[in-house]
């Protein structure tokens, strides 16, 4: 009877020991967003469905590189490019105006595998600055520049240039007239929908076959911001970071973002918390920032990924390699 018991409990040992063994895990993961902030549930389903579109031709072409083996850098840099050429998000063409009624931008790229990052703001005339951010990581010996210093790097670049004038729409327009005038009689329904006026970015983080991690953000800022104004993208740690634990992007309140440095902090918590990347991200977003303040994507070195925001609504879509998919903007859909 000793002996029989001794091989059941054996056999369930090994059997046990099996199923753990036998949980997937992803060789890539994508996660992207759109900005986060109040985003209405009584949104059009027309203009619901340009978002989804918007987000799922993202995701695609960041799955066709780390799906072909591609870098999560070329995976990132690629996926904020397709986010910034979209008029819908606040970043690059569809930018937010400046309180001077002009577009001032910033990016930023990390590569979690050196800890290389580069890093804008106040760009006006690039028309894709996370490209030009992962100049600055490879080419220069720097990591930040600002304003005229960032024009004059780019002058050195073969990267396309447009006029302040080409990243202008009617509905960031709009919602820049209303700040100034606080006056909401010469708004159409559109303008109602989208993501509050003061918030609004986009990125990518990515682990790829070689288990690298990088992170990409990319931002117009806020609404109506004083000239000059650096929110969190730009800085590295603060809305960008990534490392040997895990890419994280930012959204929401720069300021706030800032303040807790909290992309580093959900990766140290992870670290030297002992913690998942879901527990640590819930941290920063309940115990460090305030309801309605943002929200983060993330990727760990083990593939797992989070996506989470206290605001009322982030466009955010992710991937991986065992065929998981999702594109979302509220909670529960």
């Known amino acids: 009877m000793k002996y029989l018991i001794a091989v059941l409990l054996t056999v369930s040992i090994i059997f046990s020991g099996c199923s753990e063994q036998e949980q997937p895990q992803a060789e890539w993961a994508l996660a992207i967003h ?3 902030g109040t985003i209405s549930r009584d949104m059009p389903d027309s203009l619901k469905q340009q978002y989804y579109d918007g987000l799922r031709e993202a995701l695609r072409i ?23 050429n979209n008029p819908l998000f606040n970043a690059g ?31 006006t005339t690039v028309k894709n600055p996370i490209s030009l951010a992962r100049i600055v990581m490879e080419d220069s010996p720097h ?60 990125g990518a983080v990515a682990l790829d076959m070689d288990g690298k991690l990088a992170a990409a953000t990319s931002t117009g800022g806020m609404t109506n911001k004083q000239f000059g104004r650096v929110g969190d993208v730009p800085i590295i740690g603060s809305g960008t970071f990534a490392n040997h634990m895990a890419a994280i992007s930012a959204t929401g309140w720069g300021e706030q973002i800032m303040r807790n440095v ?19 991200m819930n941290f920063v977003l309940t115990e460090r920032l305030n309801p309605g303040d943002g929200g983060f994507i993330a990727v760990d070195k083990d593939g797992n990924i989070s996506m989470q925001m206290n605001s009322q609504g982030m466009y955010r879509g992710s991937i991986n390699s065992l065929g998981e998919r999702v594109v979302m903007i509220w909670e529960e859909e």
Do not use: C
Not at 99 to 110: P, Q, R, T, V, Y
Not at 266 to 280: P, Q, R, V
């Open 34 to 36: 759109g900005g986060a």
């Open 62 to 84: 960041g799955e066709i590189v780390l799906r072909d083996g591609g870098s999560a850098l070329d995976a990132v840099e690629l996926v904020v490019n397709s986010l910034e």
């Open 93 to 123: 063409k569809g930018a937010v105006f400046t309180i001077d009624g002009k577009h001032e931008l910033d990016a930023a790229i990390m590569d979690g595998s050196t800890l290389a990052a580069g890093a804008l703001t106040g760009l």
């Open 143 to 202: 990591i930040f520049f600002s304003g005229v210093g960032a024009e004059q790097f780019a002058d050195g670049t073969d990267l396309e240039r447009v006029e302040n004038e080409y990243f202008f729409t009617e509905v960031r327009h709009r919602q820049w007239q209303r700040s100034q005038n606080d006056d909401a009689t010469n708004l159409e329904p559109m303008d109602e929908w989208v993501e509050g006026d003061k918030y609004g970015t986009v």
């Open 262 to 280: 909290s992309a580093n902090t959900i990766a140290n918590y992870m670290e030297f918390g002992e913690t998942s990347l879901e527990n640590a």
